[in-house]
């Protein structure tokens, strides 16, 4: 059973009807201690990262989400703002601490070439998809997908394999991570039509075959 993690800062309506919609079993973790029952969990997020870190904490989610990713090992799918939220720092507005699952920083988007807006919005195709990505299994280019965000995941030197696809937008950004098993979007697979319900679907799959 997944819990997609309510925080107060995501949008959790659209991922509930898009797990919905693949037929996936999920509740809505509105109490830290409801993730004890989850089997794997979803982060969702929208906003800025030390809103959303704030939120977390106030809320009494770091400890739980500590226990069930680091030491139980739940599997964990982050999106869009809750894929950054898994670096070990942001630098979005000032300098914040993230949950530390993944080695790399959340930087701002600074296109070579200023043609290139900032926001990144909109849809956008996925590139230098990784054979062995899990989370991208049968995704057939073009894979276009949704997104929207001015800051982006990177790796620490060293640790470039986490990243499975990225994305140009004026510069080469990461689309999608994986590290054993944690996964992340930059985009909105649930706003991203059927490539988005399959990534989805492959991590509900995945998440079956680790319970």
């Not at 090992?73 to 601490?97: D, I, N, R, T, Y």
């Not at 994305?167 to 985009?187: M, N, P, R, W």
Request: aromatic fraction near 10%; glycine fraction near 8%; hydrophobic fraction near 45%.
């Amino acid at each position: 059973m997944i819990g997609i993690v309510n925080y107060q800062a995501n949008n959790l309506r659209s991922v509930a009807n898009a797990l919905k919609a693949i037929g996936a079993e999920f509740f809505i973790a509105d109490e830290p201690a409801r993730l004890a029952k989850a089997t794997a969990i979803v982060l969702p997020g929208v906003g800025a990262f030390s809103d959303s870190m704030t939120n977390l904490r106030r809320l009494g989610f770091i400890e739980p989400l500590q226990q069930a990713v680091r030491v139980e090992k739940k599997p964990v799918l982050g999106l869009c703002l809750g894929m950054q939220l898994m670096a070990e720092k942001s630098f979005e507005f000032g300098e914040h601490e993230g949950l530390g699952w993944l080695q790399g920083t959340v930087e701002k988007i600074e296109p070579n070439d200023q043609s290139f807006r900032v926001p990144h919005m909109g849809w956008n195709n996925l590139e230098h998809i990784s054979p062995a990505s899990m989370l991208l299994q049968s995704i057939v280019q073009p894979a276009v997908v949704y997104f929207v965000h001015s800051y982006y995941f990177k790796p620490v030197a060293g640790a470039e394999a986490v990243v499975t696809s990225t994305v140009s937008h004026g510069l080469t950004l990461t689309a999608t991570v994986e590290k054993d098993y944690i996964f992340g979007c930059q985009f909105h697979p649930e706003k991203s039509q059927q490539a988005g319900l399959l990534i989805l679907q492959n991590f509900v799959e995945y998440t079956k075959q680790h319970a």
